[in-house]
């Protein structure tokens, strides 16, 4: 069983939609992390946050607004999304922030714009 | 060219088989995961290793430093066993991971 747990689990929205992810880590992990999983597309880093400071913002579009109240909960703001943002959501949760720290990810949000 | 490389791209084996899976990647590392990824869309740390080889039950993952090279090896498969396997690596004190776009893997009873 993962100790970090996402929900909603699916979410379908209209473009003019506002909406939440949420993301909550039970390891007492101090790094967490918002990925984009596209089809066939690697996944994409989009926020990564270290003892809740935003520590990186991959490029992200606007309509994208993470928020971090403590280490163990992350949220994902939608609002006005494109078609294209159609994605699964995965969130993350780590010790450290190094390349060498194993991440423990969520089960994703399916997100569907239309 | 992506930095990280994965093949074959996709895999059919037959239950029982022994399996290889490849990544190769461009850049220097702190670390290098392996990934699994069941239909549904969760993920599991296989393996993090930065040199040499690491066995978890019938997984076994080797990399070459290098070579820029890693397996991930598995025994005896198994239709469970058909999953998404993504590499990944990291790069030192930066926290992003770049990863590989996944194999696919079916076994059949």
């Known amino acids: 069983e993962t100790g970090v747990t996402q929900t909603p689990r699916h979410l379908v929205m209209g473009m003019t939609n506002k909406k939440s992810l949420k993301c909550e880590q039970h390891l007492g992990h101090n790094a967490m992390y918002w990925y984009k999983q596209s089809a066939k597309k690697p996944l994409e880093l989009m926020f990564v946050y270290n003892f809740k400071e935003q520590t990186e913002n991959n490029s992200v579009p606007s309509r994208f607004s993470p928020e971090c109240p403590n280490s163990s909960h992350l949220f994902l703001h939608l609002h006005t999304l494109q078609p294209e943002d159609s994605a699964l959501y995965l969130c993350?949760?780590?010790?450290?922030?190094?390349?060498?720290?194993?991440?423990?990810f969520g089960p994703g949000t399916r997100l569907t714009v239309l | 060219k992506n930095e990280v490389e994965q093949s074959p791209q996709n895999l059919t084996a037959q239950e029982g088989e022994f399996i290889t899976i490849n990544c190769s990647y461009s850049v220097g590392i702190s670390a290098l995961h392996w990934l699994q990824q069941h239909p549904g869309g969760g993920i599991v740390s296989l393996f993090m290793?930065?040199?040499g080889k690491k066995k978890h039950g019938r997984l076994i993952a080797t990399i070459n430093i290098q070579e820029k090279h890693s397996s991930l090896h598995i025994t005896a498969s198994h239709p469970r066993d058909s999953a998404v396997y993504i590499c990944a690596v990291g790069t030192g004190a930066n926290s992003k991971l770049t990863f590989g776009k996944g194999i696919t893997l079916s076994v059949r009873p």
């Open positions: 290793l930065s040199s």
């Open positions: 993350a949760s780590s010790q450290g922030t190094s390349g060498n720290n194993e991440q423990f």
